[in-house]
């Protein structure tokens, strides 16, 4: 499995590499990447989700995925508690976005690729529940942080985001245990092949955007990933050490949990008038360092099982 995670991180970082070089090239412009982000997290994402759930309906697969709605829980516990004891408040420091990037990953940017490489849809069928998680939480909690007020257009988004759809349908037809005709089912596969390479592309263009060098002068974007790619995945793998969930459904979260700090920080930093430049730097290291970190966490839970 080292050598699976191993193997499928070099790839990634190559893709990485591509995208910031078509992006220095101006191949890729500002404008294309965000639009590329837009049809990974709108389209291609969902779609992968949708046929993860296109598999014999067995109860051990239902288990499982109960298994891992509770570890996804405990997760983000150890995330709210990392940063909220080890990043306090302290005036002109970028408290909300240093707490927002070490609780919300990447995961579906980050985590679809390296959880397909290892356990194929069945690892993508487990990683919805991390998702869901994902979409609840950063729409509610999350833009309450942003904001610094409760909003219910926050929950209306929640509901409607194209990943929670996807959910919710593929459910549906997993549990009616309703199956596609090869002949629907191929288009939706071609698509969901597309999720790698766009995502990774997207990922190289951001971080060809951020001042790398001048990101060496702030110890604190490293203190932040270090929280995110290390101690909080660390803490999960402890904990999950004394509970009896499957290694497949264990190394799911944990890869999500291990993926660089969420895009989406940025996003809503320009909504919400933050530092969205400071957000960035942090997504561009976390997302460089991770490339090495979330191979490492899938030895380091081998190595502890």
Request: hydrophobic share 55%; charged share 10%; with cysteine.
């Amino acid at each position: 499995m080292a050598i699976v995670v191993l193997k499928q991180a070099f790839i990634m970082l190559m893709l990485i590499l591509v995208g910031a070089g078509c992006f220095k090239l101006h191949i890729l412009s500002k404008a294309s990447v965000s639009e590329l982000s837009g049809l990974v997290l709108k389209v291609v994402n969902p779609i992968v989700i949708l046929m993860a759930y296109q598999r014999e309906f067995k109860p051990e697969l239902v288990q499982n995925l109960g298994w891992t709605f509770l570890l996804t829980a405990i997760s983000y516990a150890v995330a709210y508690a990392v940063a909220y004891l080890c990043i306090r408040d302290k005036e002109g420091r970028e408290t909300v976005i240093e707490r927002f990037s070490s609780v919300y990953s990447n995961c579906g940017f980050m985590g679809i690729p390296l959880v397909m490489a290892m356990f194929g849809y069945e690892g993508v069928f487990y990683l919805t529940a991390f998702l869901t998680f994902f979409n609840a939480l950063v729409w509610s909690h999350g833009v309450m942080q942003m904001s610094g007020e409760r909003s219910l257009k926050s929950l209306v988004k929640v509901l409607t985001s194209p990943a929670i759809i996807a959910i919710v349908v593929g459910m549906v037809l997993f549990f009616c245990r309703i199956t596609l005709p090869e002949l629907l089912s191929e288009t939706p596969e071609m698509v969901g092949s597309l999720n790698t390479p766009l995502a990774m592309f997207v990922a190289g263009a951001t971080i060809a955007q951020t001042n790398l060098p001048g990101v060496l002068k702030k110890p604190r974007i490293f203190y932040v990933a270090l929280l995110k790619l290390l101690v909080i995945p660390l803490l999960c793998i402890v904990v999950f050490r004394f509970l009896p969930a499957e290694p497949t459904v264990e190394m799911t979260v944990i890869a999500a949990a291990a993926a660089p700090s969420a895009a989406i920080c940025t996003m809503m930093s320009l909504s919400y008038n933050r530092n969205a430049a400071y957000a960035s730097e942090i997504f561009g290291v976390t997302t460089l360092l991770s490339v090495a970190t979330m191979p490492l966490m899938m030895v380091v839970y081998g190595w502890i099982g």
